[in-house]
């Protein structure tokens, strides 16, 4: 994540007693000795040491993708020339605006609406993480308008001709392979979940061959498997 130079302002309020805070009276706070109990060393940008702080609580592959947002915000506070920690809604919207109309280097086209909102609700996570760790006092995403994302997935799946020969073509290579496509394709697991299960993870309840598996967000689930049928008819 690319320094930003931090201004004065971002800690420079320690004086005791209450402040007007948004039209409230709001409890003051050392916002240095905040930053001070972050991960990091003094040296680093407190931006970064918040962003340390605040990923260490998600799994890795939410974090990875939370890191890339942030970078993100990031570097355009920096190209804007504004801390992240004095960016207020103005600055968020300009981002947003620059984030529908700048096409990205791979495909030519602006981010979709979906990655949109997702990179808004990662920063705003942030923040909103900032403001209980005492770091902030303020969230520029707060009221910020979200792109209205479609229900509708665009993903393109697989025909049924081709569900049937990727079946045929894992059974020919392995059981491993037979196994993990198998349950990819009838009982539509994640690749995660399928990859993160042990033979432990399969047993029987109630008659039924089942297999407990971990969830999206760490939440232990326990799924009936769908029998293998003959003949490699489409699973439904």
Not at 34 to 54: C, I, K, N, T, W
Not at 136 to 150: I, N
């Amino acid at each position: 994540m690319s320094a930003v130079p931090v201004t004065d302002l971002v800690l420079a309020d320690r004086s005791p007693g209450p402040k007007w805070s948004g039209g409230a009276m709001a409890v003051a706070v050392d916002r240095v000795a905040a930053v001070e109990r972050l991960p990091g060393s003094e040296h680093q940008d407190p931006y970064q040491r918040l962003a340390l702080a605040f990923l260490v609580g998600y799994p890795a592959n939410s974090a990875r993708a939370y890191l890339g947002d942030l970078k993100a915000w990031g570097a355009w506070c920096a190209a804007a020339g504004v801390h992240p920690f004095d960016a207020r809604r103005h600055h968020v919207d300009a981002w947003v605006r620059v984030l529908q109309s700048a096409p990205l280097p791979r495909s030519g086209k602006p981010l979709a609406d979906s990655s949109i909102a997702r990179r808004l609700s990662a920063v705003s996570k942030f923040y909103d993480y900032g403001i209980e760790a005492q770091v902030l006092t303020y969230s520029p995403v707060a009221s910020v308008r979200r792109p209205t994302v479609s229900g509708d997935s665009s993903t393109v799946g697989l025909s049924a001709q081709e569900l049937v020969r990727l079946l045929e073509v894992a059974d020919a290579h392995s059981p491993r392979s037979s196994a993990l496509i198998t349950l990819l394709a009838y009982n539509g697991l994640r690749i995660d979940e399928a990859l993160s299960a042990d033979i432990g993870d399969y047993t029987y309840q109630r008659g039924h061959r089942v297999l407990r598996i971990t969830r999206k967000g760490r939440k232990r689930s326990t799924e009936p498997l769908a029998p293998r049928r003959s003949g490699r008819s489409t699973p439904t």
